[in-house]
């Protein structure tokens, strides 16, 4: 069994502040972790995953994101906010890759970053 | 790229109809979704397939059915639309990660 926490379901920042978005799973198997953004009317696409290895994962747009297994989570990061960051993002969590689309997905938070 | 390609972005049906939507991928992935998403619940898987004429249940299949007679199309249909189907339904496939679909609004009145 598997769960995803999103802590926050809005977050607002200032443009050029740090963006903290953060997550929390539970996963009976070790976990492969995925963060998405959503985009208005629009689908969800990728923006980094985990699977093994290194724990600091890089995406796109300047997005990044450390799973922490002693504390189950797996925040996403960007140093400095932009204003087309404004967006919903999903952190999803599965049980292996082969299983991604059977992830289970956080109820979202809506990022807003103001001028 | 992977193109995912949902065949309507908005739809607005009457109660009682019955409703497809269709998906079609151009990869060759055997792994196809439907989710629906609605706010504060996220994503809520409704029917997955791992091969054609394969299915099955995912969290919220009530009300629901699909068809996959081609790989690279996968269908969800709403048997007798009803108002609490309004929602965005996205469609996924899947290789490493999943790639979704730009999603269909529908509106049952």
């Known amino acids: 069994a598997q769960s995803v926490t999103q802590l926050g379901s809005h977050v607002s920042v200032s443009e050029g502040a740090l963006v903290l978005l953060r997550c929390n799973y539970s996963?009976?198997?070790?976990?492969?972790l995925f963060w998405y953004v959503q985009y208005p009317n629009q689908g969800l696409q990728l923006l980094l995953k985990y699977t093994t290895g290194a724990t600091l994962v890089k995406g796109i747009n300047g997005f990044e994101a450390e799973f922490k297994k002693s504390e189950t989570s797996f925040h996403l990061t960007k140093p400095s906010a932009h204003m087309s960051d404004a967006a919903e993002y999903f952190c999803?969590?599965?049980?292996?890759?082969?299983?991604?689309?059977?992830?289970?997905f956080g109820d979202g938070t809506t990022l807003t970053v103001k001028p | 790229d992977v193109k995912v390609t949902q065949s309507s972005r908005y739809l607005v049906k009457r109660t009682g109809e019955k409703v497809f939507l269709e998906c079609v991928q151009d990869m060759d992935h055997e792994n196809m979704f439907w989710y629906r998403q609605d706010p504060g619940l996220g994503l809520r898987l409704i029917y997955f397939s791992y091969d054609v004429k394969m299915k099955e249940k995912g969290d919220i299949p009530e009300g629901y059915s699909v068809s996959r007679e081609k790989k690279e199309r996968f269908s969800l249909i709403l048997e007798s639309a009803s108002t609490n189907q309004t929602s965005m339904y996205l469609c996924a496939t899947l290789y490493t990660e999943a790639f979704f679909g730009q999603g269909t609004r529908l509106t049952v009145v």
């Open positions: 996963s009976s198997v070790p976990p492969y």
């Open positions: 999803a969590v599965s049980a292996g890759v082969t299983n991604a689309g059977k992830s289970t």
